[in-house]
């Protein structure tokens, strides 16, 4: 057994503590931030009052004055995000955003020392850098709160990046893609010609009729429709991400509460699931696998796991790239202007089956409920894309009815 550690007076001294030659007392321990530091006193007693004040904050998850001193952006950081309450999905894209664009421009500045021509410098370097504004948008929603928090835990007296958002950073975002009527319906009919694609007008239908995000989409089982009551259950998400043990497939909540929804369906969806169905049964597509307890998955690869992100993106390339091929061949035969289709992904379908709801005249509300929205200001965002001037036409004359 160890000899108990003694001070000059015959003490026994705790675990940490010390007593130097010149008799100063000494305490060392780590903080919630993982670094190490030492307090000094006269005598033991007084020590000992400044360990439990250390240790009640350690106990609160709180900063101690030394720690507040050394902290650096990127370990303020590391405390805001222990104490959100997001899904794993959301704080590996947070993080690795932080790692890739913070870290190591202003994340090693200390805290006490970060001012307004740090923050805006770096907005500044990323504008240069071609980012657009809502790559820097983003990232200024993690600096901001982080550095309130700070002001909230009285670590600094004002938010560094309180207006650092006045300037105009970033490059205007490129108009969203959305398909028009008919090119929706140009689509349909190349599948429905195709011997090759014709096996994906299920998953289009899909996509264009309820607009559902990609890893909703592949993460459909048959458990989550109800042929029955006529809905789909969306409630998860399958993600492909590495979380430190290699990159493999995830069931993920959604963002948020409003991303939990029962979709009803209509015939036409009900009998693109019933097809779905037997396209699985026909090439002989049956998902064994098991994914964090949900199996039975719906769309299936030809490797018989889900669908990839990616490879659900490479789908639409392919399929419309050949449409393209074919229609600028036809429309050179037939000396006309070819109608081609711009190369869209699984987000501008979900674009697309939001803006075919704004033309039906479809309540926002519940449009919003549909896409799974959880602010009315993105429904409107999709929602009024008004992609050519027939749309606006056909607006004006429907006001000009009702006046008449």
């Not at 592949?218 to 430190?244: A, C, E, P, R």
């Not at 006309?336 to 803006?355: Q, Y």
């Amino acid at each position: 057994m160890a000899n108990t550690r003694k001070d000059n007076k015959g003490r026994n001294l705790h675990t940490g503590e010390q007593q130097r030659k010149d008799g100063i007392y000494l305490y060392r321990y780590t903080d919630v931030t993982g670094k190490r530091q030492t307090i000094y006193a006269g005598d033991l007693p007084e020590l000992r009052v400044k360990e439990k004040q250390i240790q009640k904050d350690l106990d609160d998850n709180l900063l101690t004055d030394v720690s507040v001193k050394k902290m650096t952006l990127n370990t303020l950081f590391d405390r805001y995000m222990s104490m959100k309450s997001l899904t794993e999905a959301t704080k590996f894209n947070h993080q690795r955003l932080w790692d890739n664009h913070v870290k190591d421009e202003i994340g090693n500045i200390k805290v006490i020392q970060l001012r307004p021509s740090h923050i805006k410098g770096f907005y500044k370097k990323l504008s240069e850098q071609n980012y657009s504004k809502s790559t820097i948008k983003l990232l200024h929603t993690m600096i901001f709160p982080a550095l309130e928090m700070a002001v909230d835990d009285d670590i600094i007296r004002k938010n560094p990046a309180k207006n650092a958002m006045a300037s105009e950073f970033g490059r205007e975002a490129k108009k969203k893609e959305i398909l028009t009527v008919e090119q929706q319906e140009r689509l349909f009919q190349f599948l429905a010609s195709s011997n090759v694609y014709n096996v994906y007008i299920p998953m289009f239908t899909v996509l264009l009729e309820i607009g559902l995000r990609c890893g909703e989409l592949i993460g459909l089982t048959w458990k989550d429709v109800s042929f029955v009551d006529k809905t789909l259950s969306v409630n998860h998400q399958l993600i492909y991400k590495n979380y430190g043990d290699g990159c493999k497939f995830h069931i993920s909540s959604p963002k948020t509460q409003a991303g939990i929804r029962n979709i009803p369906l209509t015939e036409k969806v009900i009998k693109a699931f019933t097809e779905q169905k037997k396209l699985n049964f026909a090439l002989g597509r049956c998902c064994e696998e098991e994914i964090d307890g949900y199996s039975d998955f719906i769309f299936i690869a030809k490797t018989g796991r889900p669908y990839m992100p990616g490879a659900v993106n490479s789908v639409i390339y392919n399929v419309i790239k050949s449409y393209n091929k074919e229609e600028s061949e036809n429309a050179e035969k037939g000396q006309r202007e070819p109608v081609l289709i711009p190369k869209v992904s699984v987000h501008c379908f979900r674009h697309t089956a939001c803006t075919n709801m704004a033309r039906s005249e479809m309540n926002i509300k519940v449009v919003q409920y549909l896409m799974g929205h959880s602010d009315s200001s993105m429904t409107l965002d999709v929602y009024n894309h008004l992609n050519n001037e027939s749309d606006v036409r056909e607006e004006v004359y429907k006001c000009e009815k009702n006046v008449i």
